[in-house]
């Protein structure tokens, strides 16, 4: 229904932010990593989901798509509704949360507050094959090396490679070198496979 909203930042808290848009203000609920995203003050622009329920109507924020992607996959779970959804992106980052489903880590969202071993291991389950599929169109702004990476794991996923043993090459090589082409990436990443 609201698709994103383009305003004045009238308040900005780690859990919502006030957007006015032409007279109306709007509370849009936002991940912590969001909240790094967005500007103190001055003009923003929210990318937004719409929840309506009996009870309640409720308009969640993110910084970009990819983490308003993250949060519908998350909340079509079962057992994962839009408060817990919201709590994954603030306690790990879309990307995270995205890298941690893809490479099968049930711990990792464990740590996540309200996320027991069924609810990770359904998470994974529903998820992983949707990500894997969507992964190159989801963007997340404040990734290190994310263009650079995607485009490497492009690479070598159109050379034959597994995905998940590219990626893991792929981070292998950014944990030692910083400034890489796409070439150079791809080539060192292509020694460990």
Same mark, same amino acid.
């Not at 910084?63 to 790990?92: D, P």
């Given at each position: 229904?609201?698709?994103?909203?383009?305003?004045?930042?009238?308040?900005?808290?780690?859990?919502?932010?006030?957007?006015?848009?032409?007279?109306?203000?709007?509370?849009?609920?936002?991940?912590?990593?969001?909240?790094?995203?967005?500007?103190?003050?001055?003009?923003?622009?929210?990318?937004?989901?719409?929840?309506?329920?009996?009870?309640?109507?409720?308009?969640?924020?993110?910084?970009?798509?990819?983490?308003?992607?993250?949060?519908?996959?998350?909340?079509?779970?079962?057992?994962?509704?839009?408060?817990? @959804?919201? +709590?994954?992106?603030?306690?790990?980052?879309?990307?995270?949360? +995205?890298?941690?489903? &893809?490479?099968?880590?049930?711990?990792?969202?464990?740590?996540?507050?309200?996320?027991?071993?069924?609810? @990770?291991?359904?998470?994974?389950?529903?998820?992983?094959?949707?990500?894997?599929?969507? @992964?190159?169109?989801?963007?997340?702004?404040?990734?290190?090396?994310?263009? +650079?990476?995607?485009?490497?794991?492009?690479? &070598?996923?159109?050379?034959?490679?597994?995905?998940?043993?590219?990626?893991?090459?792929?981070?292998?090589?950014?944990?030692?070198?910083?400034?890489?082409?796409?070439?150079? &990436?791809?080539?060192? @990443?292509?020694?460990?496979?």
């Amino acid at each position: 229904m609201i698709t994103h909203l383009n305003g004045t930042l009238i308040e900005k808290n780690p859990s919502y932010l006030v957007i006015e848009c032409n007279g109306v203000g709007y509370m849009v609920h936002i991940s912590l990593h969001t909240f790094g995203q967005i500007p103190d003050s001055g003009k923003c622009r929210v990318m937004t989901y719409m929840q309506v329920r009996e009870d309640e109507h409720k308009l969640f924020g993110f910084a970009q798509n990819g983490e308003r992607e993250i949060f519908k996959q998350l909340i079509s779970v079962s057992g994962v509704g839009a408060s817990t @959804a919201q +709590t994954m992106l603030s306690s790990m980052g879309p990307d995270q949360v +995205t890298n941690a489903i &893809l490479n099968e880590e049930a711990k990792t969202l464990q740590s996540i507050k309200g996320i027991g071993g069924k609810t @990770a291991q359904r998470v994974i389950v529903d998820l992983k094959d949707k990500l894997a599929r969507l @992964a190159d169109e989801l963007e997340f702004s404040g990734s290190e090396h994310n263009t +650079t990476k995607q485009e490497a794991l492009s690479a &070598l996923t159109a050379l034959g490679f597994d995905r998940k043993s590219a990626e893991k090459s792929i981070d292998k090589v950014l944990k030692n070198s910083d400034e890489l082409s796409v070439e150079e &990436l791809v080539k060192q @990443a292509l020694k460990s496979l």
